[in-house]
T-cell receptor, first 113, second 115 residues
């Protein structure tokens, strides 16, 4: 079945450090891929998405590229800020069903000044 | 505009009781989804509505769980004979339509605690 595996946390970085959170997926066909973020005390928010191979999603300095050959969608940011501290979830939706997300277990990021 | 809203934000109940959780989707969104998020885990799909009908309820864990969306807008997730293992955050999401390209917008969740 469809599934997402993402890097386990927690991850602690100093401000302005480079961030990578790995995400790989298993899916029938070519899914749409997403990164959601959950800030402390808040609900899930869409961070970025990519709907086909080689697409790059980007938002707020974060980027992720849909790599079909490696079935990956790694999240990157060149210089993290304290305000980026949150839990990050990688997710996919199957094109076949188009109705339910499969989420990873989440990666907690803490950025220290 | 208004996002997805869920009520109550927190619910504490005793084992064996019945609970109802409400979701108000974004106006005009025809697709509505329920997920359950246990501590330290990602959300897990429960059920999805397209309009008034449950198009996919394959994620409901057992027959104690039921959801309705009678007028194609507000939805209620109902849990009978609650068990301690039902404690989790229940998330609702909506999208303009059901499609892999559509963004699902999530509500803040209802945190359910079964004592």
């Amino acid at each position: 079945g469809d599934s997402v595996t993402q890097m386990e946390g927690p991850v602690t970085l100093s401000e302005e450090a480079f961030l990578t959170i790995n995400c790989t997926y298993t899916a029938t066909g070519y899914p749409s891929l997403f990164w959601y973020v959950q800030y402390p005390g808040e609900g899930l928010q869409l961070l970025l998405k990519a709907t086909k191979a080689d697409d790059k999603g980007s938002n707020k300095g974060f980027e992720a590229t849909y790599r079909k050959e490696t079935t990956s969608f790694h999240l990157e940011k060149g210089s993290v800020q304290v305000s980026d501290s949150a839990v990050y979830f990688c997710a996919l939706i199957s094109r076949r069903t188009g109705n339910q997300f499969y989420f990873g277990t989440g990666t907690s990021l803490t950025v220290i000044p | 505009g208004a996002g997805v809203s869920q009520t109550p934000s927190n619910k504490v109940t005793e084992k064996g009781k019945y609970v109802e959780l409400r979701c108000d989707p974004i106006s005009g969104h025809t697709a509505l989804y329920w997920y359950r998020q246990s501590l330290g885990q990602g959300p897990e799909f429960l059920i999805y509505f397209q309009g008034t009908g449950a198009a996919d309820d394959s994620g409901l864990p057992n027959d104690r769980f039921f959801a309705v969306r009678p007028e194609g807008s507000v939805s209620t997730l109902k849990i009978q004979r609650t068990e301690r293992g039902d404690s989790a955050v229940y998330l609702c999401a909506s999208s303009l339509r059901s499609s892999a390209q559509e963004t699902q917008y999530f509500g803040p969740g209802t945190r359910l605690l079964v004592l």
